[in-house]
């Protein structure tokens, strides 16, 4: 019966004693390079904004028959339309679906491109009927893109606020500031890909913050629970602990995470970019821990949080005597 209690596979041993925090500066400078080529990158050549932040079309339209992605693709990219992007209504039905156009020079080009969608969908599917068209403006899609931004730094601010009540302080700035580099190479992610950086992107990049949050908050969580349980040991030796027990909570979870986005990064249609980005978000999340977070921590509580564990001195025995009169 013990068969059936033990585990049938480990990615680590039990009782590994891999020492990470000897590169730690390796990993903090590589962090930082990466970072800041990301935040170059993003004032040049800049993300790709999509039609949510930089102005476009929307034709909403259903089908006879359910709506063949595929065919849809093709026939655009035969009328020179292959920035065109699709995606399902809502989920009651297979037939609606919008198409995003991004924005034309003038209105005339605009006009043109509205009427070879028009053709696209003859071609695919006959009796299809356009139910809608819209145009996405630039004064929008500003607000769409400061609302965006307020929804990343709000989400930080809350990350820190949680983390600073439930830990010491040291964690909370560790804590954000790796989920800050976390953010800005998924940023230089977006520009080198060359996805678009629409409302799908933010959402992306939160649900990214997440998990990032959740994986760093179980390894904290340990590295506590050992300062409250070895009063003496060294805090770079008990991080590299806390560390090793935890490690394969931390790659189980991220390995099933990642198996789990990986068919919607191949085969998904609407949901590609949107799984492409998770994917590399659970691999820099799931290394940050280790190797960013956990030196931050090192570095700014190797004097305060192991002074604040250790035992109280005993007194002498003039301090005493001195008391006691």
């Given at each position: 019966?013990?068969?059936f209690?033990?585990?049938?596979?480990?990615?680590?041993?039990?009782?590994?004693?891999?020492?990470?925090?000897?590169?730690?500066?390796?990993?903090?400078?590589?962090?930082?390079?990466?970072?800041?080529?990301?935040?170059?990158?993003?004032?040049?050549?800049?993300?790709?904004?999509?039609?949510?932040?930089?102005?476009?079309?929307?034709?909403?339209?259903?089908?006879?028959?359910?709506?063949?992605?595929?065919?849809?693709?093709?026939?655009?990219?035969?009328?020179?339309?292959?920035?065109?992007?699709?995606q399902?209504?809502?989920?009651?039905?297979?037939?609606?679906f919008?198409?995003?156009?991004?924005?034309?020079?003038?209105?005339?080009?605009?006009?043109?491109?509205?009427?070879?969608?028009?053709?696209?969908?003859?071609?695919?599917?006959?009796?299809?009927?356009?139910?809608?068209?819209?145009?996405?403006?630039?004064?929008?899609?500003?607000?769409?893109?400061?609302?965006?931004?307020?929804?990343?730094?709000?989400?930080?601010?809350?990350?820190?606020?949680?983390?600073?009540?439930?830990?010491?302080?040291?964690?909370?700035?560790?804590?954000?500031?790796?989920?800050?580099?976390?953010?800005?190479?998924?940023?230089?992610?977006?520009?080198?890909?060359?996805?678009?950086?629409?409302?799908?992107?933010?959402?992306?990049?939160?649900?990214?913050?997440?998990?990032?949050?959740?994986?760093?908050?179980?390894?904290?969580?340990?590295?506590?629970?050992?300062?409250?349980?070895?009063?003496?040991?060294?805090?770079?030796?008990?991080?590299?602990?806390?560390?090793?027990?935890?490690?394969?909570?931390?790659?189980?979870?991220?390995?099933?995470?990642?198996?789990?986005?990986?068919?919607?990064?191949?085969?998904?249609?609407?949901?590609?970019?949107?799984?492409?980005?998770m994917?590399?978000?659970?691999?820099?999340?799931?290394?940050?821990?280790?190797?960013?977070?956990?030196?931050?921590?090192?570095?700014?509580g190797?004097?305060?949080?192991?002074?604040?564990?250790?035992?109280?001195?005993?007194?002498?025995?003039?301090k005493?005597?001195a008391?006691?009169?």
């Amino acid at each position: 019966m013990r068969f059936f209690y033990k585990p049938l596979f480990r990615l680590v041993p039990d009782g590994t004693r891999i020492q990470f925090m000897k590169g730690r500066f390796a990993g903090l400078i590589v962090s930082a390079v990466l970072s800041l080529a990301s935040v170059g990158l993003f004032f040049y050549p800049g993300l790709r904004l999509g039609i949510d932040f930089k102005g476009g079309v929307v034709m909403e339209a259903r089908t006879p028959q359910p709506a063949d992605f595929a065919h849809l693709r093709a026939a655009l990219a035969a009328h020179n339309l292959s920035d065109a992007g699709l995606q399902r209504v809502g989920s009651a039905s297979a037939n609606e679906f919008m198409i995003r156009l991004e924005s034309r020079a003038n209105a005339a080009a605009t006009d043109l491109a509205v009427a070879r969608v028009h053709a696209a969908l003859d071609q695919v599917a006959p009796g299809n009927k356009v139910l809608s068209t819209s145009a996405v403006g630039a004064s929008v899609s500003q607000e769409l893109f400061r609302q965006g931004l307020l929804a990343l730094g709000l989400s930080l601010l809350m990350i820190l606020v949680y983390i600073w009540f439930r830990f010491e302080w040291q964690f909370a700035v560790g804590a954000v500031v790796t989920l800050i580099l976390d953010i800005t190479k998924t940023i230089g992610f977006l520009v080198v890909t060359r996805l678009q950086f629409d409302l799908v992107m933010v959402a992306a990049i939160l649900t990214i913050l997440g998990y990032s949050t959740n994986d760093k908050v179980v390894v904290y969580d340990r590295m506590r629970e050992n300062l409250r349980k070895y009063k003496t040991m060294p805090l770079r030796q008990l991080i590299d602990q806390s560390i090793n027990e935890t490690l394969n909570r931390t790659l189980g979870t991220s390995m099933t995470v990642f198996l789990a986005a990986l068919p919607l990064a191949i085969f998904g249609a609407s949901v590609k970019a949107f799984a492409i980005v998770m994917l590399f978000g659970i691999v820099v999340g799931t290394s940050s821990s280790i190797f960013i977070a956990a030196p931050i921590l090192l570095l700014l509580g190797e004097n305060r949080l192991r002074r604040d564990a250790q035992p109280a001195k005993p007194e002498t025995g003039k301090k005493v005597q001195a008391r006691a009169n």
